[in-house]
């Protein structure tokens, strides 16, 4: 081999299986993302943040429903289907997606039930109509976690991307629809309703297909001990994910203080942010699908895993949301009427700190993994004090920013306490330099927009300020060394998935960033 140009490392089968994966997961994600981001603005704009405040409040206690019905069942049947798939006890693997399956549709019916009759006791009967049509939404989205999370213990995340492009598509279409006819906040909850309906049984289908022909196993009693176990951990954990990482902060908004706007702004503000973080989920997702596989494949790959997990996801939120933040005040004067300015300064405490929540996936994956859920436990418990305290604190006098605060403020001790005993329980080499360099990147990257919009204010700086920040982002990942030689060679395993006119300037992309390196 000429010592000159060494020939590339071979990519391990993990980095080419989190790369396909990535692709796909991303095609799903970006279409939601553009689709929802531009129905949002014009639902916003056609309601009105008064009259979205109930809507928005009965929204988000049915995607607490939702969320409390995803993490026992789904995520037990996603650890061990993964865990017997990847050593080969497909029968075993199938008869667990059967159990959770099942339980899951009990869960779906029943919390369904509880929550229509909430709605037909203390619904506002204004919105009554919208109210039990978003409750219809939630047994569909619920029930199709479980065939969702079986792809992703198989690592096929391409057969959840179709029936989610599906849903999206209904939803968006039946929702401009619904604003084109006038038909109100009802119709939007039934477009709803629809593309949920719809997604669930083309992703039942897609399992069908793959896991269909396989006999059925048993699911042996100690087993069922151990699932039983997990799921349980898994509620309690979801709970407190709830008050911590979700928007549980509206229940204290609504409640002491007297502006309904101050919800809307909150829930907009948060759901910005989800949108934005919703793009490093793009390869967190893939990653935590093959953290999981190789929990059953073999346990020493882990913790390189998890670090490396931390830092993508680093150099995807961090310009991401530090330049949402930034330019805050353009955005939102574009985008929305001139009542939702006030959400300003509520969106840049939520961009900036949200960053923290884009990092706990891999070490919390890792501890789940390992079925170290305890401290995540007990953990969420202190941080859901300092959020509920804060919130006192705050959001009586400061409305929706005191709210994102607290919350931003909870979010950043849960990642800090989730790293720092991930460290101490896995013996992990963090590589802080590495964060370091990512870090002194978005700084140069944000003091960059700042000027520009300082010296042209408005959309058109807004504009100026989005294109030389994502050059300067690139020009100071490149200046700090910032990218490690094996990250070279994953994220040209990235671009293997693209057609081949954007892989050429794909590669040269990653050339110039990494000048000198072999796998460039």
């Given at each position: 081999m000429n010592p000159e140009n060494p020939r590339p490392p071979v990519l391990s089968g993990n980095t080419r299986t989190v790369a396909r994966n990535s692709f796909w997961y991303g095609l799903e994600v970006s279409f939601g993302l553009v689709t929802a981001f531009f129905i949002s603005i014009a639902v916003a704009n056609t309601f009105g943040p008064d009259r979205l405040s109930y809507y928005n409040y009965v929204a988000w206690l049915t995607n607490v429903s939702i969320t409390l019905g995803t993490f026992g069942m789904p995520a037990t049947a996603r650890k061990y289907m993964a865990e017997f798939l990847n050593c080969g006890e497909r029968e075993v693997a199938r008869a667990t997606y059967l159990v959770t399956l099942k339980i899951q549709v009990y869960l779906a019916l029943g919390i369904g039930a509880a929550a229509l009759a909430v709605v037909l006791w203390l619904g506002d009967p204004q919105y009554r109509a919208a109210a039990v049509l978003l409750v219809a939404a939630v047994p569909p989205r619920l029930i199709a976690t479980i065939p969702s999370q079986a792809n992703n213990a198989a690592e096929?995340?391409?057969?959840?991307?179709?029936?989610?492009?599906?849903?999206?598509?209904?939803?968006?279409?039946?929702?401009?629809?619904?604003?084109?006819?006038?038909?109100?906040?009802?119709?939007?909850?039934?477009?709803?309703?629809?593309?949920?309906?719809?997604?669930?049984?083309?992703?039942?289908?897609?399992?069908?297909?793959?896991?269909?022909?396989?006999?059925?196993?048993?699911?042996?009693?100690?087993?069922?001990?151990?699932?039983?176990?997990?799921?349980?951990?898994?509620?309690?954990?979801?709970?407190?994910?709830?008050?911590?990482?979700?928007?549980?902060?509206?229940?204290?908004?609504?409640?002491?203080?007297?502006?309904?706007?101050?919800?809307?702004?909150?829930?907009?503000?948060?759901?910005?942010?989800?949108?934005?973080?919703?793009?490093?989920?793009?390869?967190?997702?893939?990653?935590?699908?093959?953290?999981?596989?190789?929990?059953?494949?073999?346990?020493?790959?882990?913790?390189?895993?998890?670090?490396?997990?931390?830092?993508?996801?680093?150099?995807?939120?961090?310009?991401?949301?530090l330049g949402m933040a930034c330019i805050s005040r353009p955005l939102i004067m574009l985008l929305y009427i001139n009542s939702y300015r006030l959400m300003i300064p509520t969106l840049t405490i939520v961009a900036i700190m949200a960053i923290p929540k884009g990092l706990i996936t891999a070490p919390t994956m890792l501890l789940q993994a390992s079925e170290r859920q305890g401290f995540l436990i007990l953990w969420g418990c202190v941080c859901g004090v300092i959020d509920i305290g804060l919130d006192i604190l705050l959001t009586p006098a400061h409305g929706a920013s005191g709210a994102a605060f607290a919350n931003g403020s909870a979010q950043a001790v849960g990642a800090l306490g989730i790293w720092i005993y991930a460290w101490k329980t896995n013996d992990l080499d963090l590589r802080l330099r590495d964060f370091g360099r990512i870090a002194a990147s978005g700084a140069i990257m944000a003091a960059g927009v700042l000027a520009t919009l300082w010296a042209i204010p408005g959309a058109w700086g807004m504009l100026v300020a989005i294109v030389l920040g994502a050059a300067l982002w690139m020009i100071a990942l490149r200046f700090t060394a910032a990218l490690r030689p094996e990250d070279v060679g994953r994220l040209l395993s990235l671009g293997e998935q693209l057609p081949m006119g954007p892989r050429r300037h794909w590669k040269r992309l990653m050339s110039w960033l990494a000048p000198g390196n072999p796998m460039a």
């Open positions: 096929m995340l391409r057969l959840n991307t179709g029936p989610s492009l599906a849903g999206a598509a209904a939803t968006a279409i039946l929702t401009v629809v619904s604003l084109w006819s006038g038909w109100g906040l009802a119709g939007l909850a039934a477009a709803l309703v629809i593309g949920s309906a719809l997604e669930c049984l083309l992703k039942l289908l897609a399992v069908e297909r793959w896991l269909g022909g396989v006999a059925r196993g048993t699911v042996s009693p100690e087993l069922k001990r151990r699932m039983f176990a997990y799921s349980g951990q898994g509620l309690a954990l979801m709970v407190l994910n709830i008050v911590v990482w979700d928007r549980s902060d509206v229940i204290i908004l609504k409640a002491l203080n007297h502006d309904p706007r101050q919800i809307t702004f909150f829930s907009y503000a948060f759901t910005l942010s989800e949108r934005v973080l919703l793009i490093p989920a793009m390869f967190g997702g893939s990653l935590s699908a093959t953290m999981m596989a190789q929990f059953g494949r073999g346990r020493a790959r882990l913790k390189e895993m998890t670090v490396d997990g931390g830092r993508y996801a680093l150099l995807m939120s961090l310009p991401l949301l």
